[in-house]
């Protein structure tokens, strides 16, 4: 705790694909795109962020600049996989480094030690993924002085997919004002590759996100992005652009749905095609037709837990890298998957 020793993790580009454009709230095709982190490891795999803002499909400052004249939406992102400072003290303290954050990259281009000198980013995205302290207060200071900034700015998240998100709950449990969020439906047992139109519960666990934003947000019209790995090496749970497309024909039914997020650059722009086959999936029309109070596969919209002591029921997480949990299937199903995620099938 103390001192600004956040991990900025990533840079976040958003655009609406039907208008090759910032977020739009309005839409169900926005895209958003994790930047920065160069996950596929490579010295060439990732390229300045200008590159990718200048595809009509997708020194720092400049590139901001660059991106956000072609307008595309640049937030930063808060936390990571990495971030192990356990959040603030008490409130105060979150309202000081929040204000310490907002002057190095928000509107206060005036302010000492700006990163990105005169780059102003369009928002912030909270992702923390293990409990941190007084997180509420901090997002809600940030929040205060994104609303005196004169131009559009945006508060996301980027929760598991676990209902409630155990690292977030504070944030996401009505505290915070999100715009949108971004979850992440892979790495766990209710991610898109468990995803069973005709099964009751539906594993894919959207329906019950979209609960939340209709029920518990401050906001009651924030949007639902479905995170996904943009290649096989970017995260357990990846699945083919013509697999994902059915998930997201069966997302657009909710009224929160709006659009997908990939996890990160550097993956997506060595998995060719898949860019476009998410942008085609988004663009189709349908899924305008309202679900049922609790659609077809769907689980009630009561927080649920991943699986109890004792033999795994079919589609519940089995094992995968950092997984504690029981490993015995039910019979007749065994345990499959990758070294990030196994299930059983």
Known sequence: MGALKFSFAAVATLFATSALAGFDPSSKSNVAVYWGQNSAGQANSQKRLAEYC????????????????????????????????????????ARRVADNVWDMFGSNTA????????????????????????????????R??????????????????????AAMNEMLNGAVDFDFIMIQFYNNWCGVINFRPDANPNPYNFGEWDAWARQTSRNKDVKVLVGVPASAGAGGGYIPAGQLDPVLQFSKRYS????????DMSQLFRNSGFLDGVASSL???????????????????????????????????????????????????????????KSCK
């Open 111 to 142: 302010a000492p030690g700006r990163p990105f000198g005169s780059a102003v980013i369009d928002g912030f995205d909270m992702d923390f993924e293990a409990t941190a302290l007084n997180l509420a207060p901090f997002a809600n200071q940030l």
């Open 256 to 263: 929160s749905f709006g659009g997908a997020m990939m996890w």
């Open 283 to 341: 663009n189709k029309s349908g899924g305008t037709d309202p679900p049922p109070t609790t659609p077809p596969g769907d689980p009630q919209p009561e927080p649920t837990s991943g699986p109890s002591p004792g033999k795994v029921p079919q589609y519940g997480q089995c094992g995968g890298e950092g997984y504690t949990g029981p490993t015995e299937c039910e019979p007749p199903y065994t345990c499959q998957g990758t070294r990030w995620w």
């Open 144 to 165: 205060t002085r994104m609303n005196s900034a004169g131009k559009p700015m945006y508060m996301t998240a980027a929760p598991q997919c676990v209902y409630p998100d």
């Open 54 to 93: 200048n595809d009509d499909k997708i020194d720092y400052r400049e590139d901001i600049k660059a991106c956000q004249a072609k307008g595309k939406t640049i937030l930063l992102s808060i936390g990571g996989m990495t971030y192990s400072q356990g959040g603030f003290a008490n409130a105060d303290e």
